[in-house]
């Protein structure tokens, strides 16, 4: 199913560039991938202890544009600079999964927003992304299919900041959105499993 993933190839081109320099400066994919996951914990604990405050929401877009160009350029670094390694595997997807709920639950400390709704669209987040690397475990690949990957959920989140952040606080607004999210979330999942079965499968 269609998502913002399929943009990664041309995202990566523009990237190309910097990447290159960053692999000249002796830059590794590790360290660009623990850049990623600091920058997030930081917003996520700024979100946390000022809930609801202006400048960490209005930052909140900027914050997930960088660390979505930032994982495109570890795994360029990696793959295209002979940077592959285990440690990077596991820090790819720990990292994710922390950043993710590192940003995301402090929605919940939001009154007008349902915590429930976030905590399991976190969840399902989670689950969605460790669906993904099953693939890998029974054979086939790492699964990114849609419609609600961590690019996605992205815009979603970064949407909700800036809403939030220009005085947007209706209850109902944030329910229809995390609860299309959940809904989407949930469906990612079942593609995920299903893909990387069939993919099995066919191999």
Same mark, same amino acid.
């Given at each position: 199913?269609?998502?913002?993933?399929?943009?990664?190839?041309?995202?990566?081109?523009?990237?190309?560039?910097?990447?290159?320099?960053?692999?000249?400066?002796?830059?590794?994919?590790?360290?660009?991938?623990?850049?990623?996951?600091?920058?997030?914990?930081?917003?996520?604990?700024?979100?946390?202890?000022?809930?609801?405050?202006?400048?960490?929401?209005?930052?909140?877009? =900027? #914050? +997930? %544009?960088?660390?979505? *160009? /930032?994982?495109?350029?570890? @795994?360029?670094?990696?793959?295209?600079?002979? !940077?592959?390694?285990?440690?990077?595997?596991?820090?790819?997807?720990?990292?994710?999964?922390?950043?993710?709920?590192?940003?995301?639950?402090?929605?919940?400390?939001?009154?007008?927003?349902?915590?429930?709704?976030?905590?399991?669209?976190?969840?399902?987040?989670?689950?969605?992304?460790?669906?993904?690397?099953?693939?890998?475990?029974?054979?086939?690949?790492?699964?990114?299919?849609?419609?609600?990957?961590?690019?996605?959920? =992205? #815009? +979603? %989140?970064?949407?909700? *900041? /800036?809403?939030?952040?220009? @005085?947007?606080?209706?209850?109902?607004?944030? !329910?229809?959105?995390?609860?299309?999210?959940?809904?989407?979330?949930?469906?990612?999942?079942?593609?995920?499993?299903?893909?990387?079965?069939?993919?099995?499968?066919?191999?």
């Amino acid at each position: 199913m269609p998502t913002i993933y399929q943009l990664k190839s041309r995202f990566q081109d523009l990237l190309r560039p910097l990447c290159r320099s960053l692999a000249a400066a002796g830059i590794t994919a590790n360290q660009v991938t623990l850049a990623a996951l600091g920058l997030s914990v930081l917003e996520g604990l700024a979100l946390w202890l000022f809930p609801g405050a202006f400048l960490p929401l209005l930052l909140l877009p =900027a #914050v +997930l %544009f960088i660390r979505m *160009g /930032l994982n495109a350029i570890d @795994g360029m670094l990696a793959r295209e600079h002979d !940077q592959k390694s285990d440690l990077g595997a596991v820090l790819n997807e720990l990292g994710d999964v922390v950043s993710d709920a590192a940003l995301y639950l402090p929605f919940a400390l939001l009154p007008f927003v349902s915590g429930p709704l976030v905590v399991g669209l976190v969840v399902l987040a989670l689950i969605g992304e460790m669906t993904g690397v099953i693939g890998v475990q029974i054979g086939a690949s790492r699964r990114y299919d849609g419609p609600f990957g961590k690019s996605d959920r =992205a #815009v +979603l %989140f970064g949407l909700c *900041g /800036l809403l939030i952040a220009f @005085g947007l606080t209706s209850p109902l607004l944030y !329910q229809m959105l995390f609860g299309a999210g959940l809904a989407l979330s949930a469906l990612t999942i079942l593609n995920r499993a299903r893909a990387a079965i069939e993919e099995k499968k066919s191999s």
